[in-house]
């Protein structure tokens, strides 16, 4: 009787020599393969079963544009005059802001044959052309597509640029090919559409989670004074204003909000007028509206040392 041993090792170069012999590599090969469909098939059991697709699309509700923290302010006004009869520094400012916002879709010259239009699906506008253009070639209406775009067709809006600035762009552009005349009709109505003499306002912005973090950090500390408050009050000794106050309040805290956001604007006068148009919300007992002016002053101070 023959008895195998089993090899110590397997012999890779013999194998090698005799490819045939790894044939019986493929079972196990088999097995695995198997096996790894098998869990993905289970692991994704929810997909593959509906046969369906798990979602790409994002969901657009829940996309956010953050605000920039930008200070407001009244930018300056526009000078009709210059829009009207625009001066070489006036054009020259116009051609470096050109060169700097749309030269690289419109080209140097205007020709809309710049290189990050050439992917656009409608071209730029060839400045030269004097037909074809969306809103119109009159001053006015290219400042309406600085100030708003044409969005839906690659033209953006401008807006953050100041006014008197884009008429500089639009002088410089009208220097590129022949433009119809600036009249007075259309600086009035551009005037009276968009304030132009009266300079912009522009309010401040705050980015909504810098905004979060601000009222929190301010209910947090308006919060420690008002214990602070509470406690020297509970705690002060029984004065003629003291008894005063304590007849007088109803809701503590009340008073604490109201004293501390009124005083800062206004002063006393201001401060009772406040309370006695709506005692309860300022924290008060309706009785209140009973008393005197030296009464009003007590409490007041009262309030003012309970408070430093
Ligand atoms: C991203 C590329 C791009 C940039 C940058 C760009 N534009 Fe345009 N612009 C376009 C496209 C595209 C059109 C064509 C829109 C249409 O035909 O409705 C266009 C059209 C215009 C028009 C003609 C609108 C009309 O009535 O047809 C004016 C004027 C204009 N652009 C001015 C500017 C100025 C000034 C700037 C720089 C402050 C600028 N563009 C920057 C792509 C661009």
């Known amino acids: 009787m023959i008895t195998k041993k ?28 198997i096996l790894a469909a098998g869990i993905f098939f289970v692991k994704n059991l929810d997909t593959i079963s509906f046969n369906g697709q798990p979602v790409g699309l994002v ?39 050109f060169t700097a916002n749309c030269k690289s879709c419109h080209g140097d010259n205007g020709m809309g044959d710049g ?28 400042f309406k597509t600085l100030k708003e775009g044409i969005i839906k067709n690659g033209m953006a809006a401008y807006e953050y640029i100041p006014a008197a600035d884009r008429f500089a762009i639009i002088s410089f552009i009208r220097t590129l090919a022949q433009f119809p005349p600036v ?27 810098l905004a979060k973090q601000k009222l929190v950090q301010e209910s947090v500390t ?3 004074q008002f214990l602070r408050f509470e406690n020297k009050i509970n705690t002060s000794a029984e004065t003629p204003e003291s008894l005063l ?4 309040v109803f809701d503590l805290k ?26 309860l919300n300022s924290g008060f007992k309706p009785a209140v509206a009973r008393c005197s002016k030296e009464e009003w002053k007590k409490i007041i101070d009262y309030i003012k040392t309970a408070l430093m």
């Open 222 to 224: 308006s919060n420690d």
């Open 59 to 97: 969901d657009s509700t829940q996309l956010k544009k953050e605000v920039e923290l930008k200070k407001g302010g009244v930018s300056a006004a526009v000078d009709l005059n210059l829009v009207k009869n625009p001066t070489p520094a006036f054009i020259s400012k116009g051609k470096e802001l």
């Open 245 to 248: 106050f304590r007849k007088s």
């Open 6 to 33: 089993p090899e110590d090792e397997i012999k890779f170069r013999e194998l090698l020599k005799n490819p045939a012999r790894l044939f019986g590599w493929i079972f196990p090969l088999f097995l695995m393969l």
């Open 183 to 209: 009249t007075d009709d259309q600086l009035k109505s551009l005037d009276a559409a968009y304030n132009l003499s009266a300079g912009t306002v522009l309010p401040n912005n705050i980015p909504v989670v």
């Open 115 to 142: 290189p990050a239009g050439a992917a656009l699906v409608k071209k730029p506008r060839n400045f030269h052309a004097a037909d074809g253009w969306t809103n119109g070639r009159n001053i006015d209406q290219m």
């Open 254 to 279: 009340k008073v604490f909000t109201s004293f501390v956001n009124s005083n800062a604007a206004g002063g006393a006068d201001k401060y009772i007028a406040d309370v006695l148009s709506n005692p």
